[in-house]
């Protein structure tokens, strides 16, 4: 019985080591195929804050919606200031 438990044990420890290798295997091949860039997230569309001109994730990014059109911020504080200037520039 004991014998039993200790083969499925080593079986066990077998496979996670076969998986790792396996990921590790898959990682290293990622990293071959892809020149290095900063992207936090492969894929993931990057947005520019039109106020302070920061690109930032799309995940990451404060939505507001100005005069119909959907904008992109850092934060709440560029949105308020994009927001102010936009309703001044649409008035004049
Ligand atoms: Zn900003």
Redesign the pocket.
């Known amino acids: 019985m004991i014998i039993r438990l200790i083969l499925i044990v080593i079986a066990v420890l077998l496979g996670l080591v076969v998986v790792n290798w396996f990921w590790q295997f898959l990682k290293s091949a990622e990293r071959g195929n892809r020149p290095s860039n900063a992207a936090p997230r492969s894929g993931e569309p990057m947005v520019q804050?039109p106020?302070?001109r920061?690109y930032l994730p799309k995940s990451a990014a404060l939505t507001a919606e100005i005069a119909g059109r959907t904008h992109y911020?850092?934060?709440r504080s560029?949105a308020e200031k994009y927001r102010e200037q936009a309703a001044v520039s649409g008035r004049s």
């Open positions: 804050d106020q302070c920061t911020f850092c934060g560029c």
